[in-house]
T-cell receptor
């Protein structure tokens, strides 16, 4: 069975600082997708970034980047120049394509950006 | 971009009654719809997966007779909580997936807060 572990339940950083959220996963599959989702107080799930396991290059989306270490089964999210609007729950998630396509979520990290 | 409309956004019902939650994909056809439940300050727990025109697949521990899922068309899936009880109070979220999307896109509804009194 696939599992996703987020070891940081809650974090706080000052605005404009850089913060890294950690995520590890466990699977015996070789082809899979990893995601980071953001859930702000509105509770709408928002895709932050996605990484395909077969791609060695780390995905980036503006201020958001990942450090994907396939051998270590690690998938951390770095938020640069953090903004107040980044305050949210962040979920790391995992999916195996062409099987059931269901996303398995980690328990989440609550991130507070302090003014 | 892809939009999933979920209604109602919140509902209060009496114990013993049934509540239906709808999710519609507005500008694409969702071959698969996932239904999640989220307790306060917790993660999303997958309840079931439904494919258009077929029976839903429920996760272990989810009562299929209590949480009825219908996916009658490629744009509409419904979750009916039957004979609701206070312990069913939760936040329910749907997520639509179109397998033909090359980027494995998932679009989430805005969620439904159910309170059973």
């Amino acid at each position: 069975a696939q599992t996703v572990t987020q070891s940081q339940p809650e974090m706080s950083v000052q605005e404009a600082e850089t913060v890294t959220l950690s995520c590890t996963y466990d699977t015996s599959e070789n082809n899979y997708y990893l995601f980071w989702y953001k859930q702000p107080p509105s509770r709408q799930m928002i895709l932050v970034i996605r990484q395909e396991a077969y791609k060695q290059q780390n995905a980036t989306e503006n201020r958001f980047s990942v450090n994907f270490q396939k051998a270590a089964k690690s998938f951390s999210l770095k938020i640069s120049d953090s903004q107040l609007g980044d305050t949210a729950m962040y979920f790391c998630a995992f999916m195996i394509p062409n099987r059931d396509d269901k996303i398995i979520f980690g328990k989440g990290t609550r991130l507070h950006i302090l003014p | 971009g892809a939009v999933v409309s979920q209604h109602p956004s919140w509902v209060i019902c009496k114990s013993g009654t049934s509540v239906k939650i709808e999710c519609r994909s507005l500008d694409f056809q969702a071959t698969t719809m996932f239904w999640y439940r989220q307790f306060p300050k917790q993660s999303l727990m997958l309840m079931a997966t439904s494919n258009e025109g077929s029976k839903a697949t429920y996760e272990q521990g989810v009562e299929k007779d209590k949480f009825l899922i219908n996916h009658a068309s490629l744009t509409l899936s419904t979750l009916t909580v039957t004979s609701a009880h206070p312990e069913d109070s939760s936040f329910y979220i749907c997520s639509a997936h179109q397998s033909l999307f090359s980027d494995y896109g998932y679009t989430f509804g805005s969620g439904t807060r159910l309170t059973v009194v």
